[in-house]
């Protein structure tokens, strides 16, 4: 594709870029994720490039959307919770992450500005229990670019409703992460065949600075 080409498909009167779960309990070594010893290294490593957007889509006046999970005793899913039992799972430890009111549930190192959308959700998908159809509609966005964790649950459950829901969809390949490189790479493979353009950092940017 050519760089004209990809300024129009991500032009920003109609491109929103969204952010997906970087929260505290997924990506700082002291959330619930990091203290039970799942190493963040790998989603650390995306941060630079997840502000890289962030700060040229605000230059460039994409709207900038913040996703995160939210979960509440009032939110929590009954079918969730028989599969987590079913699967052998805890479902009262998985419960507990992003608990509202927790500290958990706070974005990790990245703060909405007042012109920024927020999303909470109760689940993986950005668009289930969300009015985030609405809201996009609302300001006029027909295109999202996606960045965040993990690649493989929550970015891939928005990507896929997204594009269900008539949103054409790119993913910032190297702003995304999994905690294992091979569920990334996997599910940006099988994402890419159906449902999203993959892009880099740069090539995002520099398509924003034009």
């Given at each position: ?45 995306v ?19 913040f ?33 509202e ?56 459950s ?51 600075s034009?």
């Amino acid at each position: 594709m050519s760089h004209a080409q990809l300024h129009e498909w991500i032009a920003p009167p109609h491109t929103a870029l969204c952010i997906i779960d970087y929260q505290v309990d997924f990506a700082s070594p002291d959330g619930l994720l990091g203290k039970a010893g799942i190493p963040m290294e790998p989603v650390l490593k995306v941060k630079p490039g997840i502000e890289k957007l962030i700060d040229q889509a605000r230059n460039a006046g994409v709207a900038v959307i913040f996703v995160g999970l939210k979960t509440s005793p009032q939110t929590d899913s009954p079918v969730w919770t028989e599969w987590m039992r079913r699967s052998g799972q805890n479902s009262d430890e998985a419960y507990a992450i992003c608990r509202e009111s927790s500290g958990g549930e706070e974005f990790y190192q990245l703060t909405p500005q007042p012109e920024d959308l927020v999303i909470w959700k109760p689940k993986y998908s950005a668009f289930v229990g969300t009015d985030l159809e609405k809201a996009l509609h609302e300001k006029g966005i027909t295109t999202l670019v996606t960045c965040g964790i993990t690649t493989e649950c929550c970015v891939d459950s928005t990507v896929r409703d997204a594009f269900q829901k008539d949103f054409s969809v790119f993913i910032a390949a190297d702003a995304c992460a999994a905690y294992e490189q091979d569920m990334h790479d996997t599910t940006l493979k099988i994402l890419t065949m159906s449902f999203a353009i993959p892009l880099t950092v740069e090539e995002i940017t520099q398509a924003w600075s034009r």
